[in-house]
T-cell receptor
Framework: QQQVKQSPQSLIVQKGGISIINCAYE??????FPWYQQFPGKGPALLIA?????SEKKEGRFTISFNKSAKQFSLHIMDSQPGDSATYFC?????????????FGKGTMLLVSP | DVKVTQSSRYLVKRTGEKVFLECVQD?????MFWYRQDPGLGLRLIYF???????EKGDIPEGYSVSREKKERFSLILESASTNQTSMYLC?????????????FGNGTRLTVT
C-alpha cells in the first residue's frame, strides 16, 4: 500500500531526445507527487511536483503527466541534455501517524549521451 | 538558501560499535528526517521528527534510534552497528504547515561497517 513503483531502473538517451520515467502507486491516500533529482555526491533536490487534481504540469523542459484513474504518473524531459544526467526519484505524500511523509520510488539513473 | 549539514561525509566503523550520525539545519525547520539510500532500493525512511523531543518510526527503524534535543539538530544512532547497515544515510528537513513544502537534503554520510 505504501509502495511507489518506478521504472526503468536506468535509461540512456541521446542528447536532444526525450527521457521518460514512469511511476505507479496503489494507495489512493497519496495526495501529492513530487520528483527529486540527485547528482553524484549530492543529496536529492526537488525538481517538480504535481497535485492529483491536475493532469499535467510543465516547468521548462520538465513535464509531469498524471493519470489519476490509472494511478500512474510520469516525468518527461524534453530536449535532454548531458547536464540532466542524474538519478531521478518519484515520490508520493501521505499521512503517517497524522504527519506528512514521502514514500520514494527506487530511482532511475539517467545518462544523456553527448 | 537552506543548508542541511551532515557532520561526516565518510565513516568507517566496526561491527558492534555504537555510531552517531549528526545532522544540523540552519533554517529553523520543524520537521527532520533520516533516510537510507541503497542501490536498487531507493530512499527508505528510517525515522522522522516533527518537533523537538518528538520522534516517529519510519519504514525501517529496526537497529536505529534517534535524538532531537534541539530544533536544528537530529541525530541517528546505530546502537550496535552491523554490516547490513553499510549504506548512504541522508538527512532532510522541511518547513511544516504546508503539504507541498519540499524536503531539503544534506549530501549524505556514507557509512561502512566492517
Amino acid at each position: 500500500q505504501q509502495q511507489v513503483k518506478q521504472s526503468p531502473q536506468s535509461l540512456i538517451v541521446q542528447k536532444g531526445g526525450i527521457s521518460i520515467i514512469n511511476c505507479a502507486y496503489e494507495n489512493t491516500a497519496f495526495d501529492y507527487f513530487p520528483w527529486y533529482q540527485q547528482f553524484p555526491g549530492k543529496g536529492p533536490a526537488l525538481l517538480i511536483a504535481i497535485r492529483p487534481d491536475v493532469s499535467e504540469k510543465k516547468e521548462g523542459r520538465f513535464t509531469i503527466s498524471f493519470n489519476k484513474s490509472a494511478k500512474q504518473f510520469s516525468l518527461h524531459i524534453m530536449d535532454s541534455q548531458p547536464g540532466d544526467s542524474a538519478t531521478y526519484f518519484c515520490a508520493a505524500r501521505t499521512s503517517r501517524s497524522g504527519y506528512s511523509t514521502l514514500t520514494f520510488g527506487k530511482g532511475t539513473m539517467l545518462l544523456v549521451s553527448p | 538558501d537552506v543548508k542541511v549539514t551532515q557532520s561526516s561525509r565518510y565513516l568507517v566503523k566496526r561491527t558492534g560499535e555504537k555510531v552517531f550520525l549528526e545532522c544540523v539545519q540552519d533554517m529553523d525547520h520543524e520537521n527532520m528526517f533520516w533516510y537510507r539510500q541503497d542501490p536498487g532500493l531507493g530512499l527508505r525512511l528510517i525515522y522522522f521528527s516533527y518537533d523537538v523531543k518528538m520522534k516517529e518510526k519510519g519504514d525501517i527503524p529496526e537497529g536505529y534510534s534517534v535524538s532531537r534535543e534541539k530544533k536544528e539538530r537530529f541525530s541517528l544512532i546505530l546502537e550496535s552497528a552491523s554490516t547490513n547497515q553499510t549504506s548512504m544515510y541522508l538527512c532532510a528537513s522541511r518547513l511544516s504547515g504546508s503539504y507541498n513544502s519540499p524536503l531539503h537534503f544534506g549530501n549524505g554520510t556514507r557509512l561502512t561497517v566492517t
